[in-house]
């Protein structure tokens, strides 16, 4: 095939977790051959072993396909994968700037949901064109009357602009097609202008180094170029450039509208940082393409091995993981109570929680994890601003002027039935009410200011269950304000415990210390003492519950000679003995440290 | 190798307990045929030739007096056939009150069965009945009567403690009324709430309660009192003799000794091989007509996994694990293994070393699975066994 620069068409999909992104996505694959069935797994771009198992798509893919369009002309498409989380919204932003459209998928019996819309703002913000596309009209409760009438309504769409489809069925599949060839412009930019290729995302390979994915905007680029990167001025020589097919596949130059990949022996991933911009050291270009920004953690925990001999190996695990995730950040940290361990950040909650996940699964690092937080701005009365991430470095009250802590503005949409609902959490939430709009009949748009630590704690899973699932959530950050916080301590047989002690607002203090105190009786098992368990503001204790002391644990029964059976629990007690943490005189369990985080109603 | 003990389990019962997880099925006439058939196959394929001769035999179930007395004859002369019963010590078997009578009683005593552990659970109807056996208080007496008008004296009365809304002076009174028998043999076990049991349904649901810990302490504190007062010394956490009449065949797994296991869902260990057979009765009894071998599955006992059994058997035992015998068995003392860890066991007051003898203390008993379970070897502490 020749190329030619006017048959290029590079999108996006985006969409709500589960309308089908992956799906559709793999029917496109299909029809454009870039993978024969033998090689098809279900859902090729969700690729990690954890993004299948959850159903999202974690790290960004770029695939290069061909089409043939009814007329019999060719085309070169780049389908470039997006994350589905809140978390990742940068990244969403840096792929879709790679792309001049973006096919936007709803589902035909949830419409449009918080996500969606965060995502259509994002590729308006990157002047995408929108291929609207109503997913699973097949669904017995589908509602395409509704939803298109949302569309409508809520972003603008026209009715007759939108592709009904069931991809599983393969139904709209070659009609979305023909609209990618017809509807999405293809890449402006000269092969002629100095090169600038947008990184859209980076992966770290421990044989290759980083590996960029890039979009080239202008220019060209060939093997053996040096290269600069814009963000740092570091440079380069390239040795390998290549593009997906789905599979790499070496080539020797990628020019304007090419989407692929290079490498180019960079040892640390945080060079190839996603959203810079590569272009020539010899003749580079006058100013990088825009929209870069070095993203900092928003979530903060600490992180423990369980066995302390672990902890080289969690260092290590960290250094591993931090080689593909540029986001991620940690430093060495102390616990009276667990020993070493990390203090590390994160983008948000899942990210926190699959780089533990992968810890443990890829690892296999035994690990205790703390309660979430958040940076606070802390004003001393000597007037210096410092900021703390981790509850237990806040100063003593009496040397605190103010406590300024993150807000969100948080997009609810939820069926009008459960809009008491979700005032009712806001509330609890502290948070403060900004608008609420009728996206239709029964739909409902709520935002509200919510602090991010309230988000961070236990927000989520209470706006799923409270709203049977209904409700969606996105959010962005606000900015800080002046709140009335407390350090709340948690002891243990009269010793301060400090990986338990958090941040909380003066007003909820008694309600959520008397809770925790409850629920860590519960977890903790009985030891061969009775242990206390306190909460405290200062030196003030505001809730109190008791462990009882263990009178007894020995298996009376003989189980005739079945003797494995006797020793099959023994081992099973040893085993989880050995995921419990020794802290002061009691052993505690890796849940306990969690405790904190949730608030079940009950 | 020849074993010096032998199991065989019977898995028929006329009525199920809400407690029991052992392998039992309801009685028929017929399936109880084709088992003792199939126990036949079973047995001859494992002792071919001679009459062996061994120290014990215990029949346990399920009820093994569940049997009519025409299939108790058939496994009386099956185990005649294969084993030296004249030079057996202790021939025991186990049954519930009520369901004996003089003729099995005279059958059983014919064949040289010289023991019966009756299974009483607790002198109270109602409690009975919660554990759904069918017999009741004046049964015991009876069949207590009707065993020594046979001539059996070694008896063993087995009792269940902790048991949903029993509480201490229930317990004390059941004790009472046990040891008025005045017995060579008690057992008294705290009912352990098991898998796939009524009363694990019952517990999950939250409708059973059972005594909380403090109560169920004070029950065992008082069984202890109550036995050594009555002359019945503790020789293992959960039973009690006069003296010579400690359970030869228990001894031969604490001891950490081999055993044929015969029958559905029985254990066997042989020649270091721990055996479980298979529970089903239709499977157990079709291989064990096919191939002799109804077995599940077998488990070679490596040197690391006999020690930590010896130890956390022979703890079991009041008078613990003789240093000596140790060496002899091991080629080196259990110090040398477990130094570090009868230190800190010792620091907590729950076992004592004499210098001849390791045993749990008072406290100790308490928290069996607590010190057993330090016994089970790390990789880092394995040169030794090697």
């Given at each position: 095939m020749i190329r030619n620069q006017a048959n290029v068409r590079n999108f996006s999909i985006i969409a709500h977790i589960d309308h089908g992104k992956s799906t559709l996505a793999d029917r496109i694959l299909e029809k454009t051959q870039a993978l024969s069935q033998r090689e098809m797994k279900e859902q090729f771009l969700d690729g990690m072993e954890l993004e299948r198992e959850r159903g999202i798509t974690i790290k960004l893919n770029a695939v290069r396909l061909s089409y043939t369009d009814k007329h019999n002309d060719d085309y070169l498409f780049h389908l470039i994968d997006t994350p589905g989380h809140v978390d990742f919204t940068y990244e969403v932003s840096r792929s879709l700037a790679a792309c001049e459209g973006a096919i936007l998928i709803v589902d035909a019996a949830q419409g449009i949901e918080a996500q969606t819309l965060a995502n259509v703002y994002l590729a308006l913000d990157n002047d995408l064109e929108l291929i609207p596309v109503i997913n699973k009209i097949d669904l017995p409760n589908a509602d395409t009357d509704r939803v298109a009438r949302e569309l409508e309504d809520v972003i603008g769409i026209d009715r007759d602009d939108v592709i009904l489809a069931s991809a599983k069925d393969d139904i709209g599949v070659d009609e979305t097609l023909e609209r990618i060839v017809s509807d999405i412009p293809s890449p402006a930019g000269s092969s002629e202008n100095p090169l600038q290729a947008l990184i859209f995302d980076s992966l770290y390979d421990p044989y290759r180094g980083a590996i960029a994915y890039i979009c080239v905007r202008e220019g060209s680029v060939k093997l053996g170029d040096k290269i600069r990167?814009?963000?740092?001025g570091k440079e380069f020589e390239i040795n390998e450039i290549g593009v997906f097919a789905p599979n790499p596949e070496k080539r020797d130059e990628l020019t304007v509208g090419d989407v692929g990949y290079l490498t180019a022996s960079i040892k640390n991933v945080g060079d190839t940082r996603v959203g810079d911009t590569i272009t020539h050291a010899k003749n580079p270009a006058e100013n990088p393409l825009p929209g870069y920004k070095q993203l900092n953690p928003m979530v903060f925990c600490g992180l423990f091995p369980v066995n302390s001999g672990q902890y080289n190996d969690l260092r290590e695990a960290l250094e591993r993981l931090e080689l593909n995730d540029s986001s991620l950040q940690y430093e060495a940290e102390s616990s009276q109570a667990l020993g070493f361990g990390f203090r590390c950040g994160f983008l948000g909650l899942l990210h926190m929680e699959i780089i533990q996940e992968r810890l443990e699964r890829e690892f296999n690092i035994s690990l205790i994890t703390t309660a979430p937080s958040v940076i606070y701005e802390v004003e001393k009365t000597d007037d210096e601003t410092i900021e703390v991430e981790n509850p237990s470095a806040m100063p003593d009250a009496q040397l605190i002027k103010d406590v300024r802590e993150p807000f969100v503005k948080a997009t609810i949409m939820v069926p009008n039935d459960y809009v008491g609902s979700v005032m009712e959490i806001a509330q609890k939430k502290r948070g403060e009410f900004i608008t609420m709009e009728y996206l239709d009949e029964v739909r409902v748009n709520i935002t509200y200011y919510i602090p991010l630590s309230e988000i961070v704690f236990d927000f989520f899973n209470q706006l799923k269950s409270r709203t049977k699932g209904y409700a969606s959530f996105d959010y962005d950050i606000s900015g800080y304000r002046s709140s009335n916080l407390v350090k709340m301590d948690i002891l243990l047989n009269g010793e301060t415990i400090d990986a338990l002690s958090f941040i909380v607002h003066r007003d909820f203090a008694y309600e959520r210390g008397k809770h925790i105190v409850d629920k860590l009786k519960d977890l903790i098992p009985r030891q061969q003492f009775e242990v206390p368990v306190q909460a405290a503001i200062g030196n003030k204790v505001i809730a109190r519950s008791t462990i009882k002391a263990m009178k007894k644990n020995v298996l009376s029964k003989c189980y005739g000679g079945d003797i494995s059976r006797k020793r099959k629990l023994l081992e099973k007690q040893k085993e989880g003995k050995k995921r419990m943490k020794m802290v002061g005189s009691v052993e505690v369990p890796q849940e306990a440290f969690m405790a904190i985080l949730e608030m079940d109603d009950d | 190798m020849k074993a010096q003990s032998v199991y065989i389990h019977i898995?028929?019962?006329q009525q199920i307990c809400h407690y029991c997880d052992f392998t039992k099925f309801f009685y028929d006439e017929q399936s109880a045929d084709e088992y003792i058939e199939a126990l036949k196959h079973e047995v001859n394929t494992a002792i071919d030739g001679e009459k062996n001769s061994v120290e014990t035999i215990f029949i346990g179930g399920g009820t093994p007096t569940a049997l009519t007395f025409q299939q108790l004859k058939s496994l009386m002369q099956l185990i005649d056939t294969k084993f030296d019963i004249a030079g057996t010590v202790e021939f025991s078997i186990e049954a519930n009150p009520g369901d004996f009578d003089g003729e099995k009683a005279k059958l059983l005593n014919s064949y040289g069965v010289n023991r019966v552990s009756l299974g009483v659970q607790v002198f109270d109807n109602a409690m009975l009945e919660q554990l759904g056996r069918?017999?009741?208080?004046k049964d015991v007496y009876h069949t207590v009567e009707l065993l020594k008008k046979n001539h059996f004296y070694n008896i063993s009365l087995d009792l269940i403690y902790a048991l949903p809304n029993q509480t201490l002076d229930h317990f004390r009174q059941t004790l009472n009324e046990a040891v008025a028998f005045d017995l060579p043999h008690y057992s008294a076990y705290a009912l352990q709430i098991e898998p796939k049991t009524i009363f694990y349904q019952r517990y999950k649901k939250g409708t059973l309660h059972r005594p909380p810990e403090e109560e169920e302490v004070s029950m065992y504190e008082l069984l202890k009192d109550t036995m050594r007062k009555n002359g019945l010394n503790h020789y293992e956490i959960s039973n009690f003799a006069k003296h010579?009449?400690?359970?030869r065949h228990n001894l031969t797994y604490w001891n950490n000794q081999h055993y044929y296991g015969f029958g559905a869902g029985a254990h066997g260990y042989l020649s270091g091989v721990r055996m479980g057979n298979i529970r089903p009765l239709p499977q157990y009894v079709q291989q064990a007509k096919e191939t002799g071998k109804p077995v599940l599955h077998t488990e070679e006992i490596s040197k690391r996994e006999m020690i930590e059994e010896e130890m956390f058997l022979g703890l079991r035992?009041?008078?613990?694990?003789?240093k000596e015998q140790f060496k002899a068995k091991y080629g080196f003392p259990y110090d040398d293994l477990y130094g570090d860890v009868i230190n800190a066991l010792t620091q907590k007051g729950w076992i004592e070393d004499s210098g001849k003898q390791l045993r749990l203390t008072d406290e100790g008993m308490l928290f069996g699975n607590e010190v057993f379970a330090?016994?089970?070897?790390?990789?880092?502490?394995?040169n030794l066994v090697r």
């Open positions: 990167l814009m963000a740092n | 898995p028929f019962c069918i017999h009741e208080v010579g009449f400690e359970s035992k009041m008078e613990g694990i003789n330090q016994f089970l070897l790390e990789e880092h502490d394995l």
